[in-house]
């Protein structure tokens, strides 16, 4: 979670006192049925990481609200980190190290514009120097990006340490608890980077894979890294699933697109976020920050 476990303890409370955590298939459904209404929020996680089991669970069946764990399969099934994993262990441990092998790699011109900012940016907290990489690194194509993690864990070895991510035991009691598990690709490649047919077999063969360790078809799809088209929305409907989400900032109204889903990064890293969080974060939620921003643009 990018985020400290308090602030989300404190933050779960406050939204279910106020009564207004719902099942994101619950609001689905309401949206389907043109009866969305007032501001509720759904709880969803992604990629299946490890603390989505060890802390997330507990704080969310104590509380006693529902969430959506949505998780790639191979991954999983591999225990494999995944490529920012690698970049924020070696940024965490061996910077030094870290920058002065890749400033000399040939990286492409906004990549190599991004780890010459990172690499000045010492008095930075190691997730926002990561974050800005992580940023450089997605808006290149899979095969720069590839190419430039394949040569970070060639140089400093594969991420060493504590189990990164959920097994499909603990994910299969997840599921017996109550959380919907959803779908999050088969390959965890955003499908923006895959040529059609492929893209379509990452969200067709994840519903059944997930069907096979899960022993239910997953009625939720979420794009890798938030990456899609229409096209891939369509792909999403046709291929039975009720519904897509996507990393795109903002709420959902009633006339919302149920295979184009908003929603908002619960991250406490930066700005002013780092300091007030629960306060930022019930800020942004009850959809005041959207009208502030839209009255800002406005004047
Ligand atoms: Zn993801």
Redesign the pocket.
């Known amino acids: 979670m990018a985020m400290e476990g308090t602030t989300f303890t404190r933050l779960v409370e406050r939204l279910a006192a106020a009564g207004r955590v719902i099942a994101l298939d619950e609001g689905v459904q309401q949206l389907k049925e043109g009866r969305l209404a007032g501001h509720k929020v759904a709880i969803t996680f ?2 299946g990481y490890i603390d989505n089991y060890t802390l997330a669970r507990d704080v969310l069946q104590r509380v006693g609200v529902h969430a959506s764990f ?1 998780v ?1 399969v191979t991954p999983i099934d591999k225990q494999l980190p ?1 490529w920012w994993d690698h970049l924020f262990e070696v940024l965490k441990s061996e910077a030094v190290a870290l920058f002065k092998w890749a400033l000399q790699q040939p990286n492409p011109q906004p990549l190599q514009h991004a780890l010459e900012t990172a690499a000045v940016a010492t008095n930075e907290p190691v997730g926002e120097r990561c974050r800005r990489l992580v940023q450089a690194l997605n808006n290149l194509g899979q095969r720069e990006r590839h190419a430039f993690t394949e040569g970070l864990v060639g140089e400093f070895g594969s991420v060493r340490g504590d189990r990164l991510l959920m097994t499909w035991d603990e994910i299969r009691q997840m599921q017996k608890d109550g959380f919907a598990i959803g779908s ?1 690709s088969v390959s ?1 490649i955003p499908l923006t980077d895959l040529d059609f047919r492929t893209a379509k077999n990452e969200i067709v063969a994840s519903s059944r894979l997930l069907r096979e360790r899960l022993g239910q078809w997953p009625t939720g799809f ?1 794009f ?2 938030g990456a899609f088209t229409a096209d891939h929305s369509s792909l999403v409907r046709e291929a039975g699933y009720d519904y897509a989400v996507t990393t795109c900032f903002g709420g959902n109204d009633a006339q919302a697109d149920p295979f184009s889903l908003k929603r908002r990064n619960m991250s406490d890293y930066q700005g002013v976020r780092s300091r007030f969080p629960v306060a930022m974060h019930l800020f942004e939620l009850s959809g005041c920050l959207d009208k502030f921003l839209a009255a800002r643009r406005a004047g």
């Open positions: 992604d990629d949505f790639p995944y999050h965890h979420c890798p890294r």
